[in-house]
């Protein structure tokens, strides 16, 4: 069987050959493009390193199962990275009995004086010691621990981050704002 030089595909191309032949071949080469950032965006959610071995397994998995859906309005790795995101906000959710060290109950009802949560800056943001605000990341719910790791992490734009969540840029702000909010109380209380 003749090798196909696949070097010079785009995410786009190969995808579309994956879905048009049903090729684990090619899929194989999507998953060497993209293993590593599905690892990292995995881990990022179990902070363990065989969890997240298992959940880039398992993303990759359902993913030749879905690829069919990606329909390119926007870049593969924006729709991979949302996919990815979605997977494990879910198996976090699903799994949240055995995690309860990792992802808090949320208590408290979101009132309609959220205008009223303190506008917290960036630069406040970045003050806090880096292993005090890890521990307080990790007790936040895993949703708004996601927004701010793509804002402050991946260095998202606004507009990306909602394209990744698929709500509007209003939307997105409001998030971020109640996450930095969440986390700086969480930080404080440490």
């Not at 729709?79 to 408290?108: A, G, I, M, P």
């Amino acid at each position: 069987m003749k090798s196909i030089d696949t070097t010079n595909w785009t995410d786009e191309e190969l995808v579309a050959k994956i879905v048009e032949k049903n090729d684990t071949h090619l899929f194989a080469v999507l998953y060497d493009r993209y293993a590593g950032v599905v690892y990292n965006k995995c881990y990022g959610f179990s902070k363990n390193k065989e969890e997240a071995q298992d959940l880039t397994h398992d993303v990759f998995i359902r993913l030749f199962v879905k690829l069919r859906t990606f329909k390119g309005k926007s870049k593969f790795s924006t729709w991979l990275y949302s996919f990815t995101y979605n997977f494990c906000v879910n198996y976090v959710q699903r799994n949240s009995n055995k995690k309860k060290e990792k992802v808090t109950v949320v208590t408290d009802n979101i009132k309609e004086e959220d205008s009223g949560v303190d506008e917290i800056d960036d630069a406040t943001l970045f003050e806090l010691k880096s292993d005090k605000l890890a521990k307080a990341l990790e007790m936040i719910p895993a949703a708004e621990k996601m927004i701010l790791l793509m804002k402050y992490q991946d260095d998202m734009s606004i507009k990306d981050i909602s394209a990744v969540l698929e709500v509007g840029e209003s939307a997105v702000k409001m998030r971020l704002k109640r996450a930095k909010a969440k986390v700086v109380k969480t930080y404080n209380e440490l």
